[in-house]
């Protein structure tokens, strides 16, 4: 099963909207009411009854294929007329071997959409904007969840510009993301390093800003684009557990002092191994 390959069934509930608009118009002439709350009436019907679903089917399908690693959602809802989605308490589980809960946790995701892009070949995503993400970083010096999850997604998309498409097939949609913010989350640091004695210590995640991943002429695909905000959120997790462990920040008080020497080195062999991938 392709990454996108759910992204037809989008497709296909606008059609249906059509369709519920022209028999809603019909029965609108018949009636007579006007045309604006014919549209308003489709699009409620719509939305109610099949988009959210169908967007959160698609999250939970389409991630695991790209990530390797469990997705889950607890809601989603798709305002139309807006261009809006709002997804709550996405979850991103770890790779087989790790035992924290889950790698990413994300309460509340906003995307604006352009709606008329969604028929397109690449659809445009004006903004998604994430707020209070919670990140855990699992692992040693010899590797860690998020590097492993980065890892899976690279080869995702590196499978996906290999294999050729088979003939007739469409063609894989893509995507154009104009800003992209992550701001008020929290690293969860679990290094499993003898000197800790088991202990854990929670940090700020600080901000990111991405802008411009991909273009409305040519976009990326859904596994560059979950890789292209991969990358700069695992290094911004390294580098801010490396400098808190290193200023022995508020985060890390329960580690010990003589703990911080060894536990900075740690964090910056895991940065510095990721750095040359």
Known sequence: MQPNSWIPELELIFLLLL??????????????????IVLVVAGLILSAVFLDDIVKKG?????????????????????????SAKVKDLVVGNPE??????????GDIKVGVKIASVLKDVIVID?????APEITLEGNLSGNNLSKILDNVSGTDEKQKS???????KSQKKFCVKELVIDGGKINLSLDLSILGGKSATIPLPPIHLSNIGTETDG??????????????????????????????????????????DLNKAAGGVLDMFKKK
């Open 19 to 36: 369709l519920f608009v022209v028999v809603f118009a019909w029965l609108a002439r018949k009636l007579e009411t006007p045309y604006p």
């Open 97 to 106: 071997g790790f035992k924290t809960p889950s790698a990413i946790q994300m």
């Open 220 to 261: 990326v695909t859904a596994a560059e684009l979950v890789k292209q905000i991969m990358k700069p959120l695992l290094e911004g997790v390294l580098d801010a557990a490396k400098k808190e462990i290193a200023s022995g920040g508020k985060g890390l008080e329960n580690i010990g002092k003589g703990a911080a020497g």
């Open 127 to 131: 903004e998604i904007n994430i707020q």
């Open 163 to 169: 294999t050729p498409a088979a003939a007739g097939a």
């Open 59 to 83: 999250v939970e399908t389409v991630g695991p294929l790209i990530t390797k690693v469990p997705v889950t959602v607890n809601e989603v809802h798709i305002g139309l007329a807006s261009g």
